[in-house]
């Protein structure tokens, strides 16, 4: 599924599309549009603008175009095509097929050349005007104060770090990837770390979306392959446990993780 580390990858791929100028805007599926945003706002506003900027907060990308700008979300299946490729094949829970049935809204630049959402199971999102400011920091460029003002209060630790409002960006398997690599307990009250432990999981956080974000997906974490029943901690060989924190499926090593 589309996390930070996809979404990363999209946006580097439309840096391709910067420079161009609209020349039409397709709805195919008009389902794929946010409340509040029509697909003849779309075609009044988005055509005839010059795309100058793609950028990314958490899982929301923005296509400056202004005065305009168009967000897209991705939800669990979206991709991203640029100029009729993905720059992400395979996500874990999509098929690697492209349905022509799939794509559901499309921009396509004067000169030639478009972007294009693929999202087989409908659950992507494009907005106009999207309101960037109800996501939290970016995780990938969260200060270390940022991190700390996200992770105050008493709800758990993963919890907390999936509330896109409060950090932006963190799915469930990176979550459980960061968790293990900071040696963090994903139940343990956000508030509870003390100053050693929020300094490490920020560092840590950088390093496992960077990684993330070289390795080509959020699925191809050092835990991942061990994410399931008779699974084991690859650094110490304990049986991991899988229990559901903040409403997700969520494996830790009981006994490097506290
Ligand atoms: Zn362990």
């Known amino acids: 599924m589309p996390e930070l580390p996809e979404v990363e990858a999209y946006r580097v791929a439309a840096q391709a599309a910067l420079g161009r100028r609209v020349a039409e805007l397709e709805v195919q599926d008009p389902r794929v549009l946010?409340?509040?945003?029509?697909?003849?706002?779309?075609?009044?506003?988005?055509?005839?603008?010059?795309?100058?900027?793609?950028?990314?907060?958490?899982?929301?990308?923005?296509?400056?175009?202004?005065?305009?700008?168009?967000?897209?979300?991705?939800g669990m299946t979206g991709r991203l095509l640029v100029d009729g490729w993905s720059?992400?094949?395979?996500?874990?829970?999509?098929?690697?097929?492209?349905?022509?049935r799939w794509l559901r809204l499309v921009v396509r630049f004067e000169g030639g050349g478009s972007l294009g959402l693929v999202d087989p199971r409908l659950l992507g999102r494009v907005a106009l005007d999207p309101d960037e400011d109800a996501l939290g920091p970016d995780a990938l460029t969260a200060t270390p104060a940022e991190l700390a003002r996200a992770l105050q209060g008493s709800v758990a630790l993963k919890a907390r770090l999936l509330d896109q409002r409060r950090i932006a960006g963190i799915g469930n398997l990176v979550a459980d990837e960061l968790l293990w690599r900071a040696a963090l307990a994903p139940g343990r009250p956000a508030g509870s770390l003390e100053v050693a432990d929020r300094t490490r999981l920020h560092r840590i956080l950088r390093r496992t979306l960077a990684d993330l974000v070289a390795r080509g997906g959020s699925h191809l974490g050092d835990l991942m392959p061990e994410r399931r029943p008779g699974g084991r901690c690859p650094r110490d060989g304990t049986p991991l446990v899988r229990g559901r924190v903040g409403g997700r499926t969520t494996w830790w090593c009981p006994a490097h993780q506290r």
Not at 45 to 65: E, F, W
Request: without cysteine; proline residues 11%; aromatic residues 4%.
């Open 34 to 74: 946010a409340s509040g945003t029509s697909t003849t706002a779309l075609v009044e506003r988005v055509p005839g603008r010059k795309l100058v900027a793609v950028r990314r907060r958490g899982k929301l990308l923005v296509l400056d175009l202004p005065p305009t700008r168009l967000g897209l979300r991705f």
């Open 87 to 100: 720059p992400v094949e395979r996500l874990l829970w999509a098929s690697p097929r492209l349905e022509p």
